[in-house]
């Protein structure tokens, strides 16, 4: 009895496959352990078993509906109001889903910026020295000197520097969303988590985001819910694979779209479904 090369791939094929970055040798520094986020009594997140390496980028994707944005929120603890979220969040060897956490320095460390741009109706320059204020840097020069390496790193310092005092929201939606980038990372984040941080953006505006997010991985561990494949094949050294509330497959991007070990993550990579 013979199967075509197809059957027979498809035969071969596993349910899950997850190769977690630190057999590649990486350091870790965030890693979810027995992850679960309900929602009420439904569960949005069944099993999310991941660790993302230093100073690389990792993509989440999957369909509609299958959890990443609800997994991503969970990192920084953006879903404290709205659901239940069980197991470990293990930051640099710490807890962080731990109730005696003090969240707001968390969230410093573990920055968001999120699928729409959404400066505050301030000032470019106070939307970075807001938070900068509140953490009790006041002096001009200090804050001077931060605004700017944060615009710089968000490559966007060269087209607002004579209009700092401008509103944010006179920028256009790729410049807003770089502004909020440099936002969050004027309070020197450790990761930067972004939730389809180029959804409302046109093609040439997302290209610049991507360079902007290849050149802050020298500093950051980023980790972006991305809708775009082709977005996460660009820029991305991991990508995990969600469906339906589950890592299905989890391994280097390059494994992921050339090599998919798994039949769904293959049908859903080349845009056979979802
Ligand atoms: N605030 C909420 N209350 C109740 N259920 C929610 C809430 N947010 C998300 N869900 C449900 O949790 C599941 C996962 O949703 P989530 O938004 O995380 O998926 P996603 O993969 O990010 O989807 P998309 O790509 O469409 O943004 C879905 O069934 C969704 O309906």
Redesign the pocket.
């Known amino acids: 009895m013979f199967m075509s090369s197809d059957v027979q791939r498809r035969t071969a094929m596993q349910e899950r496959h997850v190769t977690q970055p630190h057999e590649a040798g990486h350091p870790i520094v965030l890693a979810t352990e027995d992850l679960h986020v309900y929602?009420?009594s439904?569960e949005?997140i069944f099993e999310g078993d991941l660790q993302f390496a230093q100073n690389q980028i990792t993509a989440l994707i999957?369909?509609?509906?299958?959890?990443?944005?609800?997994?991503?929120?969970s990192l920084n603890r953006m879903n404290d109001r709205?659901?239940t979220v069980k197991g470990r969040i293990m930051y640099r060897g710490v807890d962080i889903n731990q109730p005696d956490i003090d969240v707001y320095e968390m969230r410093r460390r573990v920055g968001m910026v999120f699928q729409r741009p959404n400066p505050f109706a301030k000032s470019i320059y106070d939307n970075i020295a807001f938070a900068l204020r509140l953490r009790g840097v006041t002096a001009k020069t200090k804050l001077d000197e931060i605004v700017e390496t944060s615009l710089r790193q968000a490559a966007l310092w060269e087209q607002v520097k004579d209009d700092l005092d401008k509103s944010a929201l006179a920028l256009s939606g790729g410049q807003a969303q770089r502004l909020c980038i440099a936002r969050a990372i004027a309070v020197k984040p450790d990761i930067l988590l972004l939730d389809?941080p180029a959804s409302a953006l046109d093609p040439v505006s997302t290209s610049q985001l991507e360079d902007t997010l290849l050149k802050l991985k020298q500093h950051y561990t980023i980790i972006i819910?991305t809708?775009n494949m082709q977005q996460a094949a660009r820029i991305s050294e991991y990508t995990a694979f969600?469906n339906q509330?589950r890592v299905l497959e989890y391994d280097t991007t390059s494994q992921i779209f050339t090599n998919p070990q798994v039949q769904v993550t293959s049908d859903y990579v080349s845009g056979n479904f979802g």
Request: net charge positive.
């Open positions: 929602y009420g439904k949005a999957g369909p509609s509906g299958s959890g990443k944005s609800t997994y991503l929120r709205i659901a389809e819910v809708h969600f509330g």
